[in-house]
């Protein structure tokens, strides 16, 4: 990999919000609504953030019907999936990120 791509990479980490889609992500594939939901922010908003992680090959999604889900990708490049699994591993007991995965398991039950 070269240094130029892990720069975009470790900017895309450089955000709240990013973070906060990741480690949903990281849980399991979500549409921009059910993320729109949980994190409380507006689809816009939402939408740019998704389209910066899927430029660096962090989120990718796929198309079912209408909806659009998102998933957090498996890189294929070795350094790059470094990055991403010691960045998340590492976040992953933070308060807020707590928050947004209880939100996710309400939501999940109110589904049910």
Do not use: W
């Not at 900017?11 to 992500?25: H, V, Y």
């Not at 816009?44 to 998704?50: D, E, R, V, Y």
């Not at 899927?54 to 070795?78: A, C, H």
């Amino acid at each position: 990999m070269k240094i130029r791509r892990a720069r975009q990479i470790l900017r895309s980490f450089a955000d709240d919000t990013r973070l906060r889609i990741i480690n949903l992500l990281g849980k399991e594939e979500l549409n921009v609504s059910e993320l729109c939901e949980i994190l409380g922010c507006a689809q816009s908003n939402l939408s740019k953030h998704l389209a910066r992680l899927r430029l660096t090959g962090i989120v990718s999604d796929r198309r079912q019907g209408f909806n659009v889900y998102y998933y957090l990708r498996k890189p294929e490049n070795k350094a790059h999936r470094e990055l991403v699994n010691t960045i998340v591993r590492g976040l992953s007991d933070l308060k807020i990120f707590g928050k947004d995965l209880r939100r996710l398991g309400k939501m999940r039950k109110k589904v049910k």
